[in-house]
């Protein structure tokens, strides 16, 4: 079994800067790659940043220059630190882990999600 325990999200005003962490914990074989996604009210999911166990990393055009993804392999711990923030960045975020278990293939792995709100 595998948890993925998000925290950081909250309330900025535009220009703020907020950081997401994400640690996954459990009975982890090998962890390939994390990232974070967000939803919007009354849009689809989307893929923000990911980040791989060899450090690759990829962004979506909306953030890149902005955001920027982090890993820490030991702890099995992303970060996601958010400058320039912009009322369009306002939505649910959600920690992504793709992670192979013992005795199970890779599976990918959601965490609940962190509410970041961008208001003045």
């Known amino acids: 079994q595998v948890q993925l325990a998000e925290s950081g999200g909250g309330l900025v005003q535009p220009g703020g800067s907020l950081r997401l962490s994400c640690a996954a914990s459990?009975?982890?074989?090998?962890?390939?790659?994390m990232g974070w996604y967000r939803q919007a009210p009354g849009k689809r999911r989307e893929l923000v940043a990911i980040?791989?166990?060899?450090?690759?990393?990829n962004y979506a055009d909306s953030v890149k220059g902005r955001f920027t993804i982090s890993g820490d392999n030991a702890k099995n711990t992303t970060y996601l630190q958010m400058n320039s923030l912009k009322p369009e960045d306002t939505a649910v975020y959600y920690c992504?882990?793709?992670?192979?278990?013992?005795?199970?293939?890779?599976?990918?792995?959601w965490g609940q999600g962190t509410q970041v709100t961008v208001s003045s």
């Open positions: 980040i791989t166990s060899g450090g690759n990393t």
């Open positions: 992504m882990a793709g992670i192979e278990t013992i005795g199970r293939p890779a599976y990918d792995y």
């Open positions: 459990g009975s982890i074989f090998s962890v390939y790659a």
